[in-house]
């Protein structure tokens, strides 16, 4: 076959191993490989991501997006969105979601992988209607998941939908917790194969239990014809497998592909010193851990649960939260573990061990979830448990729920006129305080020398490479700066 590579450091990578805290000068130096590189698509962001820049750094994150995509140009670019929400957890308004594809399709972001794990086929419908209408290219998702609800028939038979679709080029599966076997792909992935007829599919596993490279080699004979990877720094553990590791296996199969082999060192090599310069480990294989088939934490958020923990003084706990965990997720109703329901799932063993009375504390977000307002639940959530939920006064509160429904006019009206498009998401999503914050830090930069922690190291550099050197100085009519050598 001939195999085509979704390159994934810039997104999937860095979001399992940095928290997606790649800023724009960090990605500058790899977008001229990448770029030329031969990839078929580079995914590139999410609402996760514009949250991360403009509350952690104040970075405008639109113009972020501008300066990756110029430096991808003649690529496919691509956006990942869940069908009910942009940012956090709460349901958003479908008017907003909509300028959200929208205004990303504007931009240059013109493909998406839309996921929803509950699988409200409709809702997906309507999101990759979106998508095709707007002039993208949807790529609805098949979102893997341990459990006794979801056999082969059910991920073949949502794919056979995905694939039938008007619009739909390819259909991709996930394995986000990295809980796919080798063993069960070679009984899923076929079935989806058959399922979905000739229509290209595209393989995305996180390397959690080290076997996601074994399911890929499944994935080739099974007729998978399109690879999720990441440079070498920027895979592995919570990460996708590399890029280099399964170019190799790729070609020792026989397999052809396009990519320009030569761009792997470059890459690999800005990713490195992009780690070492801002304190941030790189991937590394995982070690062999069976309890990840039990809890099934995502590696994204396995890292995030592990920091809340300690900010609250219960890092010691970690552990035993993991083993709560799984009871928690069966009780309700077994959803697939991957973004809302991860989290709701690990709060939710959080807060049953705190207060040592299972579910006497919820969060709306459960209540909600076993109310149906986020889809179809897949398994009967448990009575005992659904009782002790819905007798809590805020269940009842939120009982008559339905989702807002605004229109674009309306939220537009809460604005100051003449609002631009992307002005409004962020205000939207996000708060005018971290807006503000961002529009006074003044012009967007991109250029990573003026990190001030860059300009220090390359001034110890050109110290250390010549020892005799006693001093360096720079100056000019704004500025001066002198170093000098201390005598030991």
Request: overall charge negative; glycine content about 8%.
């Amino acid at each position: 076959m001939h195999i085509d590579f979704v390159e994934q450091s810039l997104r999937d990578g860095q979001q399992s191993l940095w928290g997606m805290r790649l800023r724009a000068y960090e990605a500058a130096g790899a977008l001229p490989y990448l770029k030329d590189a031969g990839y078929r698509t580079v995914d590139l962001t999410g609402a996760g991501m514009f949250t991360v820049l403009l509350r952690e750094y104040a970075d405008d994150p639109w113009a972020t997006l501008d300066f990756l995509i110029a430096g991808l140009q003649g690529n496919e670019l691509r956006s990942g969105l869940r069908t009910l929400s942009c940012v956090g957890f709460a349901p958003t308004p479908q008017s907003i979601m909509d300028l959200w594809i929208q205004t990303l399709i504007k931009h240059g972001a013109t493909s998406f992988w839309l996921y929803d794990c509950l699988y409200d086929m409709d809702l997906m419908k309507h999101q990759v209607d979106v998508v095709r209408e707007a002039g993208g290219q949807p790529v609805p998702a098949i979102m893997y998941g341990l459990t006794d609800v979801h056999d082969d028939a059910y991920f073949a038979d949502r794919a056979r939908q995905m694939a039938s679709w008007e619009g739909v080029e390819s259909v991709y599966l996930e394995d986000a917790a990295g809980v796919l076997k080798p063993d069960r792909a070679r009984t899923l992935l076929p079935a989806i194969r058959q399922s979905t007829g000739s229509i290209p599919l595209e393989l995305h596993c996180h390397n959690t239990t080290n076997l996601a490279q074994h399911n890929y080699i499944v994935g080739f004979e099974s007729g998978f014809s399109r690879l999720h990877t990441a440079s070498r720094p920027m895979a592995n553990g919570p990460s996708l497998p590399s890029t280099e590791a399964m170019v190799t296996i790729a070609e020792h199969m026989g397999h052809q592909h396009g990519l320009d082999t030569s761009t792997f060192e470059p890459v690999a090599s800005h990713f490195e010193r992009v780690a070492k310069e801002a304190g941030r480990k790189t991937g590394v294989p995982a070690e062999y851990d069976p309890r990840v088939y039990d809890h099934q934490l995502p590696g994204g958020m396995t890292g995030t649960l592990i920091n809340q923990l300690e900010r609250h003084g219960m890092g010691h706990r970690f552990r035993e939260v993991l083993e709560v965990i799984p009871r928690v997720r069966v009780e309700l109703g077994s959803p697939i573990m991957a973004t809302p329901f991860s989290q709701f799932v690990g709060v939710q063993a959080v807060l049953n061990i705190i207060t040592g009375d299972p579910y006497s504390m919820v969060s709306d977000e459960v209540i909600h979830y076993v109310l149906g307002h986020y889809g179809p639940v897949p398994a009967p959530v448990q009575p005992d448990v659904l009782d002790k939920i819905l007798s809590n006064p805020r269940a009842k509160q939120l009982q008559s729920w339905t989702r807002p429904d605004p229109t674009l006019k309306e939220i537009r009206s809460n604005f100051g006129a003449g609002i631009s498009d992307e002005e409004l998401l962020i205000r939207f999503m996000m708060s005018d305080e971290e807006v503000d914050a961002m529009l006074a830090k003044g012009p967007f930069v991109a250029d990573r020398r003026r990190s001030s922690s860059n300009i220090v190291n390359s001034l110890v550099d050109l110290l250390n490479e010549a020892p005799a050197r006693t001093s360096f100085a720079v100056s000019t009519p704004a500025f001066s700066i002198s170093a000098t050598r201390r005598s030991k």
